[in-house]
């Protein structure tokens, strides 16, 4: 790995040897090791010395073979606590906005309900519904919907049966069984639409965002009157948030 700048050849090959532990063995001796960088075994054990020492990595007490160690985990944590999702996501939302002119939103999953962190609003659309902090439930909506989707079963059992199924406008499922044939063609479609569900006139199709534990953390949509999001505007609106969903997710550390 090369870049611009000195490169310290000690250092270079201890991040190489923390590379090794992210493939599929995640316990390697000094052996291979060894063979894997192209080093001497006593030259590969002292470079995993030292990265044993700042806890880096950890010897597994029954077979003498190394793994990560927490002290990853601890950086990594920190790294994750700093990630503003409303700021890594902005720059795609407004993109979003400015190709399909249309109002472009995105919420994160809060205590069994969607939450709006963000939205992008265009000249051609008025959205009232939709408001930054405004809690929405997840069994009508486009982002609600696309996380629900992506949940354990256990989880959206657990929504559907603790919280009020009620109908916003005519269009809205209320029934389970309803809802949750549903959530099987979004999970088939690999996206939600939200037809007149949480306001007459208004269609919305949404993707979820997977957080570094590729779990669905939260949504983007792009919202329009229903007359002029058509079929064929879904499929292209899907197909553009599938691409800005996984941007984020990647950024938010999700290997999806």
Same mark, same amino acid.
């Given at each position: ?111 069994? /309900? ?5 939205k992008v609003d265009s000249p051609n659309t008025r959205i ?48 389970? /069984? ?5 959530? /099987? ?72």
């Amino acid at each position: 790995m090369k870049g611009p700048g000195v490169i310290i050849q000690s250092v270079d090959r201890a991040l190489q040897i923390i590379d090794f532990f992210t493939g599929p063995q995640a316990e390697l001796g000094i052996t291979e090791i060894a063979e894997r960088i192209g080093l001497g075994k006593s030259t590969v054990y002292g470079l995993v010395n030292t990265l044993l020492k700042a806890g880096y990595l950890e010897q597994n007490p029954e077979n003498k073979r190394y793994r990560l160690g927490l002290r990853l985990f601890e950086l990594g944590s920190i790294v994750q606590s700093r990630m503003d999702v409303r700021e890594i996501a902005r720059p795609y939302l407004e993109a979003l906005s400015q190709k399909f002119h249309m109002t472009v939103h995105m919420g994160i999953y809060r205590d069994w /309900e969607m939450v709006y962190i963000d939205k992008v609003d265009s000249p051609n659309t008025r959205i009232v519904y939709s408001q930054v902090g405004k809690r929405a439930p997840m069994y009508c909506t486009g982002i609600g919907k696309a996380v629900l989707a992506n949940m354990s079963p256990a989880d959206v059992r657990y929504i559907l049966d603790s919280r009020p199924l009620e109908p916003l406008t005519v269009h809205t499922l209320t029934k389970p /069984e309803e809802i949750l044939e549903e959530l /099987e063609r979004v999970r088939t479609n690999g996206y939600a639409v939200d037809n007149e569900e949480v306001e007459l006139g208004l269609r919305c199709v949404a993707v979820p965002v997977y957080d570094y534990r590729k779990k669905p953390v939260a949504a983007v949509s792009i919202s329009c009157a229903a007359a002029y999001l058509n079929e064929a505007k879904i499929l292209e609106a899907a197909t553009a948030l599938g691409e800005t969903a996984k941007e984020i997710s990647k950024r938010l550390g999700s290997g999806i």
